[in-house]
């Protein structure tokens, strides 16, 4: 073979070396993308609500409002004889404003055990996980540290062991069951009590205790109806996007004044029952390397307001207040600390915002790796990963700090600890911080 046909020979070497390396790259590329496909099917599949009543509750609200509007028309007759004291109506229009200030459940499920306070001695926000019952905050008690203590198995409750089966509004005697009468302890235990349901998206997350005293209030079916309110309001808390409500306005053009303008409010990530959100990405035309962007409104598959197939054109929303300029991010971000050992085990609600933090950290990182395959290898050899790609990697912190909700990311930082598994293929030294 003289020298030319060995230079051939190399030159075709080389050929199939670079197809060969082209071929396993793009087979890569293939594979993530395959993944992000699945992830992305299996959320929206999830997201899809099962009945509309599952995703707004209208024949409830309507029967509700139905029944206040009957109130108000008859409060509003023109009385032919003398007529008898009318009494306070149950669902007022300044308990509904009220109402309608809380911006999430934990201020909804207060405002609700203050209202109780006028139509019944004590009131106790009771919480079902599994078989265990315990109680969330309460109302009426001399001693609210109390409250801490009352928890234990529905089995050991008679009341709870029926209220468990068939849940719908339970009144019951607290002194023929053991559970309630330790619970109640040196506070005594009434002659009359009832058990009403606490539902959100049709399940069953617990009950509201309320309780008769001699010279207290005790108006149950007004009772019943503020909890029945208090979940609707919960449910539709994603839906009521501005402050106050349209409809609960104060009607101020009347009396000559100005309306105030309505503040958007952002539905939060923090709430107790929401699942995990996933971002849908979208893939530039081939050598385009696009910058890592936040996921518009539009992009994101959240099953905490899943969206109908034919659901009505919204209204138009108010203009959102001016955009503030973004503080430029630290030169080094700060490693958040894991999970402490010994803390308390995460409830099934704080489990699902935790995976949420994990799957929206892989696809912020993931693209950072798909788009710096090169840079990445490099900075693993050189472990300068964070200096080489310090932008996108700043930028993607940037979009996950403001996703994910503080309490989550101070539990553990899973942003960084997948820089460490992705881009530093499981060596924290090769990110360079």
């Known amino acids: 073979m003289d020298s ?22 793009l087979d890569f590329v293939l594979e993530r993308l395959d ?45 032919v004889q003398a007529p008898a004291p009318a009494a306070e109506p149950a669902l007022s229009l300044e308990l509904l404003r009220q109402l309608d200030k809380a911006r999430s459940q934990s201020e909804l499920l207060r405002d609700l055990l203050t209202l109780l306070r006028d139509h019944a001695a004590r009131a106790v926000v009771l919480v079902i996980r599994g078989t265990a019952i315990s109680a969330w905050s309460g109302a ?20 709870f062991s029926t209220f468990s089966d068939d849940a719908r509004p339970l009144s019951f005697a607290p002194t023929s069951d053991p559970l309630v009468t330790g619970w109640l302890g040196s506070d005594g235990a009434p002659a009359e009590a009832m058990i009403l349901p606490v539902c959100l998206r049709g399940k069953v ?81 081939s050598g385009v390397k696009p910058p890592v962007r936040e996921p518009s409104p539009a992009e994101t598959v959240q099953q905490r307001i899943p969206v109908a197939q034919a659901a009505p054109k919204p209204a138009p929303k108010p203009e959102p207040p001016p955009v503030q300029p973004v503080v430029p991010p630290p030169a ?18 704080e489990q699902a915002r935790h995976e949420e933090a994990r799957r929206f950290a892989r696809l912020l990182v993931s693209e950072i790796k798909l788009y710096n395959e090169e840079e990445v290898e490099k900075g693993r050899a050189g472990k300068d990963l964070y200096q080489r790609l310090k932008e996108d990697v700043d930028r993607s912190r940037e979009m996950f700090d403001k996703r994910i909700p503080p309490e989550v990311r101070s539990r553990r930082d899973y942003f960084h600890d997948e820089l460490v598994r992705i881009l530093g293929d499981g060596d924290p030294d090769s990110l360079g911080m």
Request: contains cysteine; hydrophobic residues 45%.
């Open 4 to 25: 030319y046909d060995a230079v051939v020979e190399h030159l075709k070497k080389a050929q199939a070396r670079g197809m060969e390396a082209v071929t396993n790259r």
């Open 35 to 79: 993944e992000l496909v699945r992830d992305v099917k299996s959320a929206v599949a999830e997201a899809r609500p099962q009945s509309p009543d599952e995703l707004f509750p209208v024949a409830d609200v309507e029967s509700a409002l139905g029944e206040l509007r009957e109130q108000v028309v008859a409060a509003a007759a023109p009385v």
């Open 140 to 159: 009426g008690f001399a001693d609210p540290e109390r409250l801490k203590r009352w928890q234990g198995e529905l089995g050991a409750s008679p009341t």
């Open 205 to 285: 997350m617990g009950g509201v205790y309320i309780d008769r005293l001699a010279g207290k209030p005790w108006r149950p079916d007004v009772a019943q109806s503020l909890v029945a309110l208090t979940c609707w309001l919960i449910d539709t808390l994603p839906y009521r996007q501005t402050v106050p409500s349209p409809m609960l306005a104060m009607a101020s053009a009347v009396a000559g004044l100005e309306p105030a303008a309505a503040a958007p409010v952002e539905p939060e990530l923090e709430d107790e029952f929401d699942p995990s959100a996933t971002v849908r990405v979208e893939m530039p035309p």
């Open 332 to 349: 080094t971000p700060a490693r958040r600390p894991a999970v402490a050992a010994g803390e308390p085990a995460l409830s099934p609600e």
